[in-house]
């Protein structure tokens, strides 16, 4: 067979064959591209950082009308712009440390009422929540604008406990305001920040998850108020009367004979021999001292207010004043010139917003705990 025929042949092969299928009517299907599915599409992620600003003009009033363009936000020393700037009710959640084994000026009365200066000073609108701390952390009054029902849990539904779980507090006030979607998140600690069951880095742990949160944290602390009435009984001799055996609470539930002398009043100096005793009021004064820093520096770096009362009265003149910054503030959104995302765990950014408008006096620094 001639090499011409030997070429011939198979091509004569593949026309019959595709004749054949032809007369059959049977096509060979074209293969299709495969479709797009979800995740083959572009995805672009917009992140944003959410703070609450509070506002004055130079007279101390609030600062009606701020815009985007007033304020001028730092990140870490970064200049960046406002994405918006915007006046919304607050969503405030009162938390009450109605505990504590050797508390003197922490009372449960002192506490209520120190809640019910904050509530009747908010402005009608708010949402407000009611969260009770001792033996352990419990929501008094779910979320409502209705003050009469938060007067009412705060006054019939708050009680005393031996201890003080404070950690917990912290936990379920996270966890309860950040399952709440709505922006202008704050917390109210009325609270000496000790625990009774938590160690120093547990605490400090629970503290740092309030970091990782666009929650503002206001305290009203009793540390000032504690220290100053235990000092003197960390010594041997003391000028100041001797402590209250029975917390008040209790002696008031006592038979008329029994509660007069647990509440009559207690003079001259004494002679504290009990040196056990002396011990444990030692570290009762040094934790207070460390916990009135910690609540400190946790209200400052979530941009709350941090107020430290000498006395009750004073306590209760700034529970307004907290009211009144909570109702000052504006939520700001900002996008960050390095993502979120490109950070690592733990990375703290620190954030300043000043006003670059006359008049206008913006108070607002927060620490950021990046994926905490």
Do not use: C
């Not at 009747?120 to 604008?145: F, P, R």
């Not at 008329?256 to 009043?265: L, Y």
């Amino acid at each position: 067979m001639s090499a011409r025929i030997k070429f011939l042949f198979p091509l004569f092969l593949l026309i019959f064959a595709g004749f054949a299928n032809a007369q059959s009517g049977r096509n060979t299907p074209t293969p299709t591209p495969t479709p797009k599915t979800d995740d083959d599409t572009e995805k672009i992620f917009t992140e944003e950082v959410k703070l609450n600003v509070i506002a004055f003009d130079e007279e101390g009033k609030f600062f009606n009308g701020v815009k985007a363009e007033d304020l001028v936000i730092t990140e870490n020393n970064t200049l960046h712009q406002a994405s918006s700037v915007r006046r919304i009710p607050a969503n405030v959640l009162i938390v009450l440390d109605t505990g504590g084994e050797m508390r003197q000026k922490k009372s449960l009365q002192l506490t209520r009422n120190a809640a019910l200066s904050v509530v009747n000073a908010l402005k009608e609108g708010d949402q407000i929540a009611v969260l009770q701390y001792a033996d352990k952390a419990e929501i008094l009054a779910e979320w409502t604008s209705d003050k009469a029902q938060i007067v009412e849990a705060i006054k019939k539904k708050s009680n005393f406990g031996k201890r003080s779980a404070f950690v917990g507090a912290l936990d379920l006030a996270e966890d309860f305001l950040r399952k709440n979607p709505l922006d202008n998140k704050h917390i109210v600690l009325i609270s000496d920040g000790t625990d009774s069951f938590a160690s120093t880095e547990e605490k400090a742990a629970a503290m740092r998850k309030l970091l990782a949160t666009d929650i503002n944290v206001h305290v009203i602390s009793y540390t000032k108020m504690e220290t100053t009435d235990i000092a003197p009984r960390t010594k041997m001799i003391s000028k100041t009367p001797p402590p209250r055996a029975i917390p008040p609470e209790i002696a008031a539930t006592l038979p008329n004979g029994a509660r007069d002398v647990a509440t009559a009043p207690k003079i001259g100096p004494t002679i504290n021999l009990d040196r056990a005793m002396m011990k444990k009021l030692k570290q009762r004064k040094e934790d207070l001292e460390t916990s009135e820093k910690a609540l400190q520096t946790l209200a400052e770096n979530t941009n709350g207010e941090f107020i430290l009362p000498e006395d009750g009265e004073e306590m209760l003149e700034k529970g307004a004043l907290v009211a009144r910054m909570i109702d000052s503030s504006y939520v700001v959104t900002y996008v960050p010139k390095r993502a979120l995302s490109e950070s690592a765990k733990g990375e703290e950014r620190e954030i300043v917003v000043t006003s670059r408008r006359d008049g206008l006096l913006v108070e607002a620094k927060r620490k950021l705990v990046v994926r905490e």
